[in-house]
């Protein structure tokens, strides 16, 4: 039985990370599709308004609350989740289980010399673990065939794809029904973090929610779409307030 909390619309699961692991466990050992999505407060924004992002966001199998912005949010509707569980450090674990079960992984997205070198780091770090193909993120809909072919083929069983919101979640819904992979995970960027071709914010922000503040410090460009969270905040402070009426 599944503890959520509904956000603005979307079923969040309210677990820590001890619990997020063990579903990750329970999905390996298994032999069905596993969607886990990790919105933060700017794709579950977005999902207000894209119908086709909340019904896939509502139908995924773990919806981990990638953002602090979530869990300040969650508050208002009297059900407090638990912790922030990333999903860069889910993944991180994910591939960690996968070594100790002789795991097969596709990776998919970014630069190709990034997920190059994404895979050439996880056979070092995670051994045991088989990484049996790579693609890169730059590809159009007519090449999207070829690739579910290529992952079918390799049999792998978990599937990183960092596409980038709402891309990534909507390449794995669509094809949900052709994947025989038993984890599909939108990572976002978690597969440039593996390389290094991107840096995550030094532990304090991790641990003081301020992830988000360190990424506008590093990139001021990014202010418009920082401009979000506080949107979000009062739009979900809103929809509980209007809930309880």
Known sequence: MRNTVEIVGIKVDNLDFMEAQAKVEQFLAGDSLNMIFTPNSEILLDAVK??????????A?????????????????????????????LSAKMLEMGASRGSKVFLLGAKQASVELAAEKIKEIYKGIDVVGVRNGYFS?????TIIQDIINSQADILLVGLGAPRQEKFIYKYKDKLKVKIAIGCGGGIDII????KRAPEFYQKAGLEWFYRLIKQPSRFMRMTKLPKFILLAMYDAVAGRD
């Open 50 to 59: 894209d119908k086709e992002l909340e019904e896939i966001l509502n139908e």
């Open 61 to 89: 199998q773990l919806v981990i609350p990638d953002g602090i912005g979530v869990v300040i949010a969650s508050k208002f509707y009297g059900m407090p989740i638990k912790e922030r569980v990333t999903g860069v450090d």
């Open 141 to 145: 809909e007519e090449d999207e065939e």
């Open 195 to 198: 390389s290094g071709a991107a």
